[in-house]
């Protein structure tokens, strides 16, 4: 079953269910996935989960910025959202293995100080894509090097 299938499927059961808070966030995820249908780059396992990665990303932007307003009502609605569509994305690395990771990058690109940070980077975010959130990446890297 692929995605699209799989989120038609969760939808008619939130349809059912009354759920109106998963079924936004469903009809956000299949959203994208016509768009990308419809995109030069196709509809593939790994174009999805960057739409699904941009649109989490814009979800927690979102709610800071109703934080900082105070308006919870509407933070807490893009928090759920966010959560929602985490939930189709693999599993996100922890800290602890992205800095083991990164320590083998490092070593492999042969790193010396902060001044290599671009090449660490730009090997950390092939190497890294999709399984951790590049802000956390890069600061661990400039941990790491400083």
Do not use: F, H
């Not at 349809?15 to 995109?39: C, F, H, P, W």
């Not at 807490?76 to 929602?84: D, T």
């Amino acid at each position: 079953m692929n995605i699209e299938e799989k989120i038609n499927g969760e939808i008619k059961t939130a349809m059912l269910a009354k759920d109106a808070k998963k079924l936004e966030a469903l009809r956000g995820i299949k959203s994208v996935i016509l768009l990308l249908k419809t995109s030069p780059e196709g509809l593939t396992d790994d174009s999805v989960n960057k739409a699904l990665q941009k649109e989490v990303k814009k979800r927690k932007e979102s709610a800071e910025i109703y934080k900082s307003q105070n308006r919870p009502d509407l933070e807490e609605v893009e928090l759920s959202q966010a959560a929602i569509i985490e939930e189709y994305l693999p599993k996100q690395m922890s800290e602890e293995e992205v800095k083991a990771e990164l320590v083998k990058i490092i070593a492999s690109v042969g790193a010396t100080g902060p001044g290599d940070m671009g090449k660490v980077m730009g090997a950390a975010s092939k190497t890294l894509a999709g399984k951790a959130d590049n802000k956390m990446v890069s600061v661990l890297v400039k941990q790491l090097l400083g």
